[in-house]
């Protein structure tokens, strides 16, 4: 699955939602496979940079990591305080 | 225009291209207009982390930042080493 076809396959379901909102996602497209995936380990060093940023609550947090062929997507979404 | 709408605007052109890839994308949808946009700042801070796990060639990173309405868009495409 390419970067492209992972996001179109997101539905726009947005309207219903009036929340402060932050969507990350980090895509690694991978010419091989079975090379190490970093992206778990990425994901905990980049809430630490944007929790500089923002103050999150962590239970706040959704995270999803997909493996689709060479393509890993890491996709955190972050619901910030009002 | 929601994290969706951009997401969904993308064309699938990946068919092409056979080279490792990185892509992030960071959106901030806010319920208020004319707050402070701390995006640009963080996709220094967001290079970093990544250059700890993969050899970045600066000059093989496209950085787009769109804004629009209460939707910013930071999305880095990489291009990996071979």
């Not at 990591?65 to 890993?72: E, R, T, V, W």
Request: aromatic share 8%; with cysteine; hydrophobic share 40%.
């Amino acid at each position: 699955m390419s970067f492209f076809e992972y996001f179109s396959r997101k539905k726009n379901n947005s309207a219903s939602i009036a929340k402060e909102r932050l969507q990350i996602i980090v895509a690694h497209e991978r010419n091989k496979l079975k090379q190490p995936d970093y992206l778990p380990a990425l994901q905990k060093e980049i809430m630490e940079v944007i929790r500089k940023y923002v103050d999150i609550d962590m239970d706040c947090v959704e995270v999803h990591l997909d493996n689709n062929g060479n393509c890993s997507v890491l996709e955190l979404n972050v619901t910030l305080p009002e």
